[in-house]
T-cell receptor, first 110, second 114 residues
């Protein structure tokens, strides 16, 4: 099946800093989503982005499907941005369920 | 955003008990999914459904079973709970809309089997 690798696995930043999270995937995808999992375990949709660029406030994402990677940018980090960020994909030939990467654990210090 | 509800949110139960985790969505989505997530780990697909009377096993082998009798309801059952079933279980749903198929997740059920 399709493989999803996220980097870095852990990231500690000061409030106000910018960050870039990366997601590499091993095959063509029909779906790519970025999620933020909060400390209570809730998965919050950030972007549906199998290709192209999207922005939502301080967050933006870019997926280059031909090179099989996606980037999530967080600008002017706030402590509430802390948590785990997951990239998840649906491969071109598989079932519609998402395959998740192992996530990036982000800690924003005040 | 889809409205997806899961009950119970937390469950502590003894070995050998039968349990059913409930999942309901109010958006009329045809596709629904169950994922399992161990602490500090990624999610793995264990079951999915394309609609009423459709159920399929996911990538991760699971001793649980599911049913889809109504569009809005996708319960997961463990006939005999074991400590190895201790995990978080998350339900999701999706539907193709304007070329995009976003999966929306419920709040999850944290299961502890003693």
């Amino acid at each position: 099946g399709i493989q999803v690798e996220q980097s870095p696995p852990d990231l500690i930043l000061q409030e106000g800093a910018n960050s870039t999270l990366r997601c590499n995937f091993s095959d063509s995808v029909n779906n790519l989503q970025w999620f933020h999992q909060n400390p209570w375990g809730q998965l919050i949709n950030l972007f549906y982005i199998p290709s192209g660029t999207k922005q939502n406030g301080r967050l933006s994402a870019t997926t280059v499907a031909t090179e099989r990677y996606s980037l999530l940018y967080i600008s002017s980090s706030q402590t509430t941005d802390s948590g785990v960020y997951f990239c998840a994909v649906v491969g071109g030939g598989g079932a519609d369920g998402l395959t998740f990467g192992k996530g990036t654990h982000l800690i924003i210090q005040p | 955003e889809a409205d997806i509800y899961q009950t119970p949110r937390y469950l502590v139960i003894g070995t050998g008990k039968k349990i059913t985790l409930e999942c309901s969505q109010t958006m009329g989505h045809d596709k629904m999914y169950w994922y399992q997530q161990d602490p500090g780990m990624e999610l793995h697909l264990i079951h999915y459904s394309y609609g009423v009377n459709s159920t399929e096993k996911g990538d991760l082998s699971s001793e649980s079973t599911v049913s889809r009798i109504r569009t809005e309801h996708f319960p997961l059952t463990l006939e005999s709970a074991r400590p190895s079933h201790t995990s978080q279980y998350l339900c999701a749903s999706s539907e193709l809309d304007s070329g995009e198929e976003t999966q929306y997740f419920g709040p999850g059920t944290r299961l502890l089997v003693l």
